[in-house]
């Protein structure tokens, strides 16, 4: 199967009241792990790359990767989204380069750290949109600002001061019928990483009525929760007994993802989980045999980590089993509907 917009994935979830994870991908066994994962639960799937990741891995690995993934799984539908755009020009590279689906992130100006202003979200989001969507392809934006910093993307702010950028709902309206975008990522006091909440998160720092306000307000609208992590201290357990530093920390629990699944939330990003995953497992490896010097040695069980990771979203977040019944759309099929609309 082709890969699909990230759109119809989307809307089968909204109709049947489930929750589809992103996750991050870097190289070939990060998509080998998702696709193991989504084989076993069959569950369709989104698969996303960063700016960073693009420029570690390269757009050509990466889209001969994914174009490998769907050949290899052709009863699952893939769609292949960039994360976190930081302008219009780095998101029509990716459309160029086969993305099905783009993130313009322009909660951030364009040098991923400072908030912007409304104006300029909206006006560079509905660039990205017409341009998009005149090909087909999904747009996902964002208003508010998460906390933390990834790949020097993000205003890296504390676990406090994200409380002071939080999605605004009556805003959220008036962005998502400016802007035109299939998909809204919601502030609600998480970052990125692993540094999310210094203990179990309440309702004071992990702000679910966010959600549920602007469901209330716009229940057809696909929300994204960004940050959204859970960091299972087994994880971290692990790599900690085998040579690692981390301090205790806390992340999304899982039951709040689901609640916001309930009250419209479409995709969930992870990334931070399989990081664990897979570094705890290598560090294992490490420090059971040090005679060893084969990748495949360390590699092997770091893959079966993260795919034992994604298998556990996918049956959380309910995609398990859906992968069947998502009518399959091409890029002309959605240019087609968005040419109509
Ligand atoms: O956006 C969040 C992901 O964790 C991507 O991280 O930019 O370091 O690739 P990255
Ligand atoms: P985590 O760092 O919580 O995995 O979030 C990833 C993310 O939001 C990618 O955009
Ligand atoms: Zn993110």
């Given at each position: 199967m082709?890969?699909?917009?990230?759109?119809?994935?989307?809307?089968?979830?909204a109709?049947h009241?489930?929750?589809?994870?992103?996750?991050?991908?870097?190289?070939?066994?990060q998509?080998?792990?998702?696709?193991?994962?989504?084989?076993?639960?069959?569950?369709p799937?989104?698969?996303?790359?960063?700016?960073?990741?693009?420029?570690?891995?390269d757009?050509?690995?990466l889209?001969?990767?994914?174009?490998?993934?769907?050949?290899?799984?052709?009863?699952?539908?893939?769609?292949?989204?960039?994360?976190?755009g930081n302008?219009?020009?780095t998101?029509?590279?990716?459309?160029?380069?086969?993305?099905?689906?783009?993130?313009?992130?322009?909660?951030?100006e364009e040098?991923?750290?400072?908030?912007?202003?409304?104006?300029?979200?909206?006006?560079?989001?509905?660039?990205?949109?017409?341009?998009?969507?005149?090909?087909?392809?999904?747009?996902?934006?964002?208003?508010?600002?998460?906390?933390?910093?990834e790949?020097?993307?993000?205003a890296?702010?504390?676990?406090?001061?994200?409380?002071d950028?939080?999605?605004?709902?009556?805003?959220?309206?008036?962005?998502v019928?400016?802007?035109?975008?299939?998909?809204?990522?919601?502030?609600?006091?998480?970052?990125?990483?692993?540094?999310?909440?210094?203990?179990k998160p309440?309702?004071?720092?992990?702000?679910?009525?966010?959600?549920?306000?602007?469901?209330q307000?716009?229940?057809?609208?696909?929300?994204v929760?960004?940050?959204?992590?859970?960091?299972?201290?087994?994880?971290?357990?692990?790599i900690?007994?085998?040579?690692?530093?981390?301090?205790?920390?806390?992340?999304?629990?899982?039951?709040?993802?689901?609640?916001?699944?309930?009250h419209?939330?479409?995709?969930?990003?992870?990334?931070?989980d399989?990081?664990?995953?897979?570094?705890?497992?290598?560090?294992?490896?490490?420090?059971?045999?040090?005679?060893?010097?084969?990748?495949?040695?360390?590699?092997?069980?770091?893959?079966?980590?993260?795919?034992?990771?994604?298998?556990?979203?996918?049956?959380?977040?309910?995609?398990?089993?859906?992968?069947?019944?998502?009518?399959?759309?091409?890029?002309?099929?959605?240019?087609?509907?968005?040419?109509?609309?």
């Amino acid at each position: 199967m082709a890969l699909i917009p990230m759109r119809t994935l989307l809307d089968h979830a909204a109709e049947h009241g489930y929750g589809v994870a992103a996750f991050n991908v870097n190289n070939m066994e990060q998509i080998q792990a998702i696709m193991m994962a989504a084989d076993e639960t069959e569950s369709p799937v989104i698969v996303q790359a960063s700016r960073g990741a693009r420029s570690y891995s390269d757009d050509n690995y990466l889209r001969h990767l994914m174009l490998a993934a769907a050949e290899l799984n052709p009863k699952l539908p893939i769609a292949m989204h960039l994360d976190h755009g930081n302008s219009a020009a780095t998101c029509i590279s990716a459309m160029d380069m086969g993305f099905t689906s783009v993130m313009m992130d322009g909660s951030l100006e364009e040098d991923g750290k400072s908030p912007a202003s409304w104006d300029y979200n909206v006006g560079v989001t509905r660039e990205v949109v017409q341009a998009a969507h005149s090909r087909g392809i999904t747009v996902e934006a964002e208003l508010g600002c998460l906390g933390g910093i990834e790949d020097g993307q993000g205003a890296g702010l504390s676990e406090e001061e994200a409380q002071d950028h939080l999605t605004d709902p009556e805003e959220a309206g008036r962005f998502v019928a400016e802007t035109g975008c299939d998909a809204l990522a919601v502030a609600i006091g998480t970052s990125h990483g692993a540094y999310k909440f210094k203990k179990k998160p309440t309702g004071k720092v992990l702000r679910m009525e966010v959600i549920r306000e602007i469901h209330q307000r716009m229940p057809d609208c696909h929300m994204v929760m960004h940050g959204s992590s859970s960091v299972p201290k087994e994880l971290v357990d692990i790599i900690n007994e085998y040579g690692g530093s981390m301090p205790e920390t806390y992340g999304v629990p899982v039951e709040d993802i689901q609640e916001g699944i309930r009250h419209g939330v479409r995709k969930i990003n992870v990334d931070t989980d399989n990081r664990l995953a897979i570094t705890g497992a290598i560090r294992k490896a490490f420090m059971e045999d040090g005679s060893q010097f084969d990748p495949r040695y360390y590699l092997k069980p770091a893959r079966a980590a993260m795919a034992e990771v994604c298998k556990a979203r996918m049956l959380a977040f309910g995609q398990a089993g859906h992968a069947a019944g998502v009518e399959v759309k091409s890029l002309d099929d959605l240019k087609a509907f968005y040419a109509s609309a």
